[in-house]
C-alpha cells in the first residue's frame, strides 16, 4: 500500500513537470501548428464540414442536420446544425429559417468572398439578438451542444451560431432547504441563467461583476464568479479565480464538486465555503464583499469566505424586528452548544460527577438507569447512532413510506427502548434534546455529528476534564482555521464586526461593512441614523437618483 | 494564501495581558496566607508598582519596535553576554511552564478527577496545549484573549452576586493593622508571580501592531484588567471566608463551595474549575509558546515546530521533579521565587533600558533630528508613534529628513487607525 502511495507521488510530481516543461516547448511552434488535424478550422465546402461534424459527434439521433437552399433562386446550400431538445422549436422556426427562407434577397455568388454571405445573413436576414461567427470546428460542435443553432453555408469559411437556447427547467419556486417566514421566497434553479438574472434583479449596481468560466473537461459547465468591483477584496477574488482556473477534473455535476476542490481544510470538520439556495441570501453576502460562486446544473450558490458566526446568521434574521433576531441568534448559539456538548455532559455527569447532579433528580436517574445493563457512553452511542441510522433513512426514502420509518423511529427507538429496559429514559431525553437542536443550525449539521462523538468519547475517558479539554481542542482547531485567507473563527474577538455576531443590531446601527471581509467601500452610510417618526425629516435620503428606476416586473 | 494580516491588533494583545494575569486568580494562597484581610490592598499596592514596570516594558519594546526581547538583549549586550541572558530567559521560560502546568495538574486532580494519576492530566492537557502550539502562531493564540476575558469576567460577578448573603463586610477589618514588612513581602509576591510575569509577552510584541498611544495603555490596560478581577476574586473571599482564608490553599475554591443556589444547584465550584481550566491553558499555552519560540530563538532553528513535543516531554518531566509536592511548591512561592523571579521581570529590562538609553539606542518618541548617524537611522522610522513597522524595514540605512520622517509617521498612524494594513507597507515606502 505505501508503495502504492509512493508510486501515485512520483507519478504526479513527474506530471506535473512534465507537463509544465510541455507548456513551455509547446508555446513555441504554436503559430506553424495552428492549422493542424485536430483542430481543423471551417473550411468552404459545407459537406466536408457536414462530414467533420457527423464523424466528431457520432451517429446521435438527437444531432440535426437540416439542409436547405439560400438566395432568390435557391441557388446556395447551407446547413442549420442543432440538437433536438436544447434548442426552442420557436425560434429556429421563426428567427432562423422563416427570414432565410422567405426575404428577397440576393447571395454573393463568388467564392472569393464566400465571408460576405454569412455577414449578409447576420446582418440583413436573421431576426435573432445573439450571434457569433465561428472560425473553427471544434466551435461549431461545441456550439450545438450547448444549446446553440449553427449555419453553415457553402462556400464560407465560417460559421454562423444563433443562440436558440430553450431547454426544459424548473421554475423558480421556494427552496426546500431555507424556508422563511417573512422574506423573499423565491430560490434559485439548476438553470445557471435564471441564476445569474435573479442575482441581477437584486443587485442592479454597474459594479456587479460576473466573470464566466468553463469548467470540467467532458461536463463543460459553465461557472460564474460573482462579485462587487469596489467592494470586495481584490485579493479574495483573484485567490477564487485561480482556484477555480487551476481545476482540472472531468466533471462538474453539483457545486459540491467544486466545492471540496477549492475550500481551504480539506480534512477539517468545518465547511469554509458557505453555500445557500436564495438569492437574497447570496445578494447580501455579495454586498458584504464575499464572492458568489454560480454553478450550471445546481441550485446551490457557493460563497467564499466563509465565517464561523456566519453559518448562525439566518437570512431571516435580517428581515424581523432586531431584539427578537438577537434573541433567536443567542438561541442558535446555545442550541449549538447543547447539541455538541450535552450527551458529554449527561456521560460525564453519570459516570464522574454524580455528586454534581442535585439529589432528587440524582435519585430519578438513578432509578431510570437500574435496569440498564450498559454503561452511559454506550447507552447513548446506541441512541445516537440509531438516530442517525433513522434519520438518513427517512432523508432517502420516499414521501409515504417515510412516514412509517417516523413511526417505527417513535415508537420502536424511543418507548419500546425504555420500557424493555436497554436505554434509560433521561438518555433518550438527552439524545432527542441533542439532535433536535441540531437542527436548528442546518449548516452546521455535519459538523456537529461528528464533534458530539468525539465529545462523547473524551468525556466517557476523562469526565468533565475531557470535556473540558474537547472546548478548548475546538477552540485551537477553529482558530487555526482560515478560509481565503479570512480567518474562519474571529466573531468573538474584539474589534471587528461586533454588531452582527452574537446580538443582531438595527440595520441603521450596522454603517460599516464587515471589516475583515470587505476591503473597500467601507461604509454603507456615514452616520447611523435611527428612524425618525417626525414628519419634518428627509425622506429623501435612501433613495438613490442615479440609474433606471426598476420596474419591478 | 497570506493571512488578512501579520500584525496583531493592539486591543487583542491587551486582552491576551489581561487573560494571563486572571488565570493566576487561583494562586491567591501565596500572599493571602501572609496579609489575610488585608490581601485586597496588597493587589492595589501591586497595581501602583507595576505603572512604573509596565512604562518600562513599553519604552523597552517601542525603543526596538522590530525586535523582541531576545532581539534587545543581544543588540544591548552584544553576543556573547546577551547570548547568556538568552539562555537564562529561555530557561526561566521553561521553569514557568512546568510550575504552571503543575499547578494545573494538582487543581484538576484535587477539584474535579481525584483518583486520575496526575501524570495523565499534566500529559492530555499537554497534548492540546501543543496541539494549539503546533496549528497556531501568535494570531490564533491572542484570539481566545477577549472570550477568556469576558467569560472570567462574568463568572466572578456571578459569583459574587450569588454569594452575596454569605458576605460579611466586617471581615475587612481590622485594616493595616500588620507588620509593614508583611506587606512589603505581599506585594513583592503579587508583583513578581501573576502581574510582572508579563515578560513573556515581550517575546512577540514585535508582531503587535500597538496603534497611536504606543504600549504603554496596552499593557496598563491588560494589567488593570487582570488586577480588578484579581481584587473582586480577593475581596469575595475575604467578605466570605473572613480570618479563616490563609488556612485554604484554594480560597476561592472554598468560597464557591459554600455557594449554592436554591439548595438544588449546589457544587458550583465545578463550573468555576472548568472556566479556570480554560484559562489556565490560555496560560500554559501562552508560555508553552513563548518557551518554545524562545529556545528557537536561542538555539537558531529555523522552524519552532520541530521544538514542541520536545520541549512538552521536558516540560512534564520537569513538572514532576521541580518540588515533591504542593506545600513545598506554596513555601518556593512565598519565600524564594518572589527574590528570584525580579531579576528576570524587573532588573534585566531596567537595567537593559539604562544600558540602551546611555548607548544611544533609544530615540525619543516624536522628535527625530537629533541622532542621524546610520546605526538610529536604521531605526528612526520605528521609533515613529504609531511602532507598527514591517520588520524590513530595520536593514535600510535610510537618511530621511526630518519633515518627511513626520509625514511618514503621519501616513502611519493614519492607516493604524483605518482597518487596511495591506496599506501600511505602500504608505511608508512612499513617504520615506
Keep these: 500500500m505505501i508503495w502504492d502511495l509512493l508510486g501515485r507521488k512520483i507519478g504526479f ?134 444549446g446553440d443553432a449553427v449555419l453553415l453555408v457553402e462556400g464560407c469559411a465560417v460559421g454562423l451560431s444563433v443562440s436558440a437556447k430553450g431547454w426544459e427547467k424548473r421554475g423558480v419556486t421556494e427552496p426546500e432547504t431555507e424556508s422563511v417566514v417573512r422574506g423573499p421566497r423565491e430560490g434559485f434553479t439548476e438553470n445557471f441563467r435564471t441564476n445569474t438574472s435573479l442575482l441581477r434583479r437584486k443587485i442592479k449596481s454597474p459594479s456587479l461583476r460576473m466573470e464566466q468560466m468553463t469548467i470540467g473537461r467532458k461536463t463543460l459547465t459553465n461557472v460564474c464568479i460573482s462579485y462587487l468591483e469596489g467592494v470586495a477584496n481584490p485579493q479574495v477574488v483573484q485567490e477564487v479565480r485561480e482556484r477555480l482556473s487551476r481545476l482540472d477534473i ?106 454534581l447532579i442535585p439529589t432528587t433528580l440524582l435519585l430519578t436517574i438513578a432509578s431510570a438507569r437500574e435496569g440498564t445493563p450498559f454503561p452511559a457512553f454506550f447507552e447513548a452511542l446506541i441512541m445516537i447512532f440509531s438516530f442517525e441510522i433513522l434519520r438518513e433513512a427517512g432523508l432517502r426514502l420516499p414521501r409515504p413510506v417515510g412516514q412509517a420509518v417516523s413511526i417505527v423511529g417513535a415508537l420502536i427507538m424511543g418507548d419500546a427502548a425504555v420500557s424493555a429496559g436497554l436505554v434509560g429514559a433521561p438518555m433518550v431525553i438527552t439524545i432527542a434534546l441533542t439532535t433536535v437542536s441540531g437542527f436548528i443550525i442546518p449548516e452546521q449539521n455535519d459538523s456537529m455529528s461528528l464533534l458530539r ?32 485567507g479570512v480567518t474562519y473563527f474571529n466573531g468573538l474577538s474584539i474589534s471587528r464586526d461586533l454588531e452582527d455576531s452574537i446580538v443582531r443590531m438595527p440595520l441603521w446601527f450596522m454603517t460599516k461593512r464587515p471589516a475583515r471581509i470587505a476591503k473597500r467601500d467601507m461604509t454603507r452610510r456615514k452616520y447611523f441614523v435611527p428612524p425618525d417618526p417626525r414628519p419634518t425629516a428627509s425622506a429623501t435620503g435612501g433613495i438613490s437618483d442615479s440609474g433606471a428606476k426598476g420596474d419591478g416586473s | 494564501m497570506k493571512p488578512e494580516s ?28 501572609i496579609t489575610r484581610q488585608d490581601s485586597w490592598i496588597i493587589v492595589l499596592f501591586a497595581l501602583i508598582i507595576c505603572c512604573p ?107 459574587i452576586l450569588l454569594s452575596l448573603n454569605l458576605m460579611d463586610f466586617e471581615n475587612f477589618l481590622p485594616v493595616m493593622d500588620l507588620k509593614p514588612k508583611k506587606y512589603i513581602q505581599a506585594t513583592n509576591i503579587v508583583v513578581t508571580i501573576p502581574f510582572a510575569e508579563i515578560i513573556i509577552f515581550l517575546m512577540t510584541t514585535n508582531h503587535v501592531q500597538s496603534g497611536k498611544r504606543g504600549f504603554f495603555p496596552i499593557i496598563l490596560g491588560g494589567i488593570a484588567i487582570g488586577c480588578i478581577t484579581i481584587l473582586l476574586v480577593i475581596m469575595r473571599d475575604i467578605t466570605v471566608l473572613g480570618n479563616a482564608i490563609s488556612l485554604f490553599s484554594l480560597p476561592s475554591f472554598e468560597t464557591l463551595r459554600m455557594v449554592s443556589v436554591t439548595q438544588t444547584l449546589s457544587r458550583m465550584e465545578i463550573v468555576f474549575a472548568f472556566i479556570l481550566i480554560a484559562l489556565l491553558f490560555f496560560k500554559v499555552t501562552w508560555l508553552y509558546y513563548v518557551t518554545v519560540i524562545s529556545a528557537k530563538q536561542f538555539l537558531r ?107 511618514g509617521s503621519k501616513f502611519q498612524s493614519n492607516a493604524g487607525t483605518s482597518s487596511g494594513t495591506g496599506q501600511h507597507g505602500d504608505l511608508r515606502s512612499q513617504s520615506v
Excluded at chain 1, 509547446?26 to 459545407?46: A, F, G, N, T, V
Design chain 1, 13 to 146: 510530481y513527474s506530471h506535473r513537470q512534465s507537463s509544465g516543461t510541455q507548456q513551455k516547448n509547446e508555446k513555441k511552434p504554436e503559430p506553424e501548428k495552428k492549422k493542424d488535424s485536430r483542430d481543423p478550422e471551417i473550411m468552404d465546402r459545407l459537406e466536408e464540414n457536414l462530414t467533420y461534424i457527423e464523424n466528431l459527434l457520432g451517429k446521435s439521433g438527437d444531432i440535426k442536420m437540416h439542409r436547405f437552399r439560400l438566395g432568390k433562386n435557391r441557388e446556395c446550400p447551407a446547413a442549420l446544425l442543432f440538437v433536438d431538445g436544447l434548442i426552442n422549436q420557436k425560434v429556429i422556426s421563426d428567427e432562423i429559417l422563416y427570414p432565410i427562407l422567405s426575404m428577397d434577397y440576393t447571395v454573393p455568388s463568388s467564392r472569393q468572398d464566400g465571408r460576405q454571405r454569412i455577414d449578409q445573413l447576420q446582418e440583413k436576414v436573421l431576426c435573432s439578438g445573439d450571434t457569433q461567427i465561428l472560425t473553427k470546428l471544434s466551435q461549431v460542435a461545441a456550439g450545438i451542444l450547448s
Design chain 1, 250 to 355: 472531468d466533471s462538474v455535476l453539483d457545486a459540491g464538486y467544486l466545492e471540496e476542490y477549492i475550500e481551504d481544510a480539506p480534512f477539517s470538520i468545518f465547511a469554509t465555503v458557505g453555500y445557500t439556495e436564495k438569492p437574497d441570501v447570496a445578494a447580501a453576502k455579495i454586498l458584504e464583499g464575499r464572492v458568489a460562486i454560480i454553478t450550471d446544473g445546481s441550485p446551490f450558490v457557493l460563497t467564499a469566505p466563509l465565517l464561523f458566526i456566519e453559518t448562525f446568521q439566518t437570512a431571516e434574521d435580517y428581515y424581523i424586528r432586531p431584539l427578537f433576531a438577537s434573541l433567536m441568534r443567542i438561541l442558535r448559539y446555545i442550541a449549538y452548544f447543547i447539541s455538541v456538548f450535552l450527551p458529554g455532559i449527561y456521560i460525564a455527569l453519570t459516570t464522574y460527577h454524580q455528586e
Design chain 1, 453 to 484: 462523538l468525539i465529545t462523547m468519547v473524551f468525556a466517557a475517558a476523562l469526565g468533565g476534564y475531557g470535556i473540558c479539554l474537547c472546548f478548548l481542542g475546538l477552540l485551537v482547531h477553529l482558530g487555526s482555521l482560515s478560509s481565503f
Design chain 2, 6 to 33: 501579520k500584525k496583531v491588533h493592539g486591543l487583542d494583545f491587551m486582552f491576551a495581558v489581561a487573560c494571563y494575569i486572571q488565570s493566576s486568580s487561583l494562586l491567591s494562597s501565596f500572599f493571602v496566607s
Design chain 2, 53 to 159: 514596570l509596565a512604562w518600562i516594558y513599553a519604552r523597552l519594546v517601542e525603543s526596538f519596535p522590530t525586535k523582541n526581547l531576545f532581539g534587545i538583549l543581544q543588540t544591548v549586550y552584544g553576543k556573547y553576554l546577551g547570548g547568556f541572558f538568552c539562555g537564562l530567559y529561555v530557561l526561566f521560560f521553561f521553569i514557568l511552564t512546568s510550575l504552571n502546568l503543575i499547578d494545573l495538574s494538582e487543581f484538576v486532580k484535587s477539584t474535579i478527577m481525584p483518583q486520575t494519576p496526575l501524570v495523565v492530566l499534566s500529559f492530555t492537557f499537554l497534548l492540546t496545549s501543543a496541539w494549539a502550539v503546533f496549528v497556531g502562531g501568535l494570531r490564533q493564540m491572542v484570539k481566545y484573549g477577549f472570550l477568556m476575558t469576558m467569560i472570567c469576567l462574568l463568572i466572578v460577578i456571578a459569583t
Design chain 2, 301 to 407: 532553528f529555523q522552524d519552532h515546530r520541530r521544538l514542541i513535543l520536545l520541549i512538552g516531554a521536558s516540560a512534564i518531566t520537569s513538572s514532576f521533579i521541580l518540588y515533591p509536592n504542593f506545600l513545598v511548591h506554596n513555601e518556593s512561592g512565598q519565600k524564594i521565587i518572589p527574590l528570584v523571579w525580579p531579576i528576570f521581570e524587573i532588573i534585566l529590562p531596567l537595567v537593559t533600558l539604562i544600558i540602551a538609553k546611555f548607548r544611544g539606542m533609544t530615540r525619543k518618541r516624536q522628535t527625530g533630528s537629533e541622532n542621524q548617524n546610520s546605526s538610529s537611522a536604521s531605526k528612526s522610522a520605528a521609533a515613529s508613534p504609531s511602532g507598527s513597522q514591517s520588520p524590513s524595514g530595520t536593514g535600510k540605512p535610510s537618511l530621511p529628513t526630518d519633515s518627511k520622517e513626520q509625514s
